[in-house]
């Protein structure tokens, strides 16, 4: 698989500022939080940095067993998935926006690009299955968008795996990634990181993403749900949609 990177993305573009910004790179390299999507009223989405920096996990699996051929993992973060998938002798890449995220999943052994879903990417429309896990429905704060520009990635009857959220929710907002206190870290005036930039987001359950799938050219294949039995926490569940590309996309003007 060719390793060439591509142009650049668009200066304008949200997803290439943000998420590359000091907060979340920060995490990334230790590998801990406390990380949060902060949105403009105050609510906070915790990030679950501890999970994305170890491997694969049950819920992971039950994804990558339903993937099929060559996968392209969009916003793979630090890896552990292209990671799980190169450890099968499967063919994977992975494209993240943070510098931090690709060096570590290069450093776990795996493939990945310093490119946004928006730029042009290696073997655009051969792909066989795409992923997009940990919310990544929600890159660039308009999911109709993104589940059309995935379409021009994948085969013609390629594979999408969404990962949604466990409550019916279409949801979109502006955050902004913002570090926790951490007193332990800074016990003598509890600095707080500079947050970052405010970008577009979006959160979406299983029914809002088949409404937007089905305009966007995709199928429903199969919906499944994850619950780790070692989690106390109440409805600590994951929740999975695969698609199928059902019709040629749009072309990007």
Known sequence: MSTALPPTAPPDRHDTVTWGADPYADALRSGHGPLFLRRSDGWLLPLEVERWCAGADTADLSALRRCEGA???????????VAALTAQGRRALGIDVSAAAVARTTATGGSALHRSVFDSLPHEGSWDT???????????????????RTAELVTDKGLLIVETTPTDIDERVHVRVERGYLPDLYPRTGTRHTPGAPFPWARLGAPALLRHATTAGWTSVEQWTVTDQADQIPGAERCFVSLRRRTAPHSRS
């Open 71 to 81: 996968v392209l993992d969009i916003g793979c973060g630090p890896g552990r998935l």
């Open 130 to 148: 795409a992923l997009l896990l940990d919310g990544n429905i929600g890159i660039g704060g308009d999911p109709h968008t993104l589940l059309t």
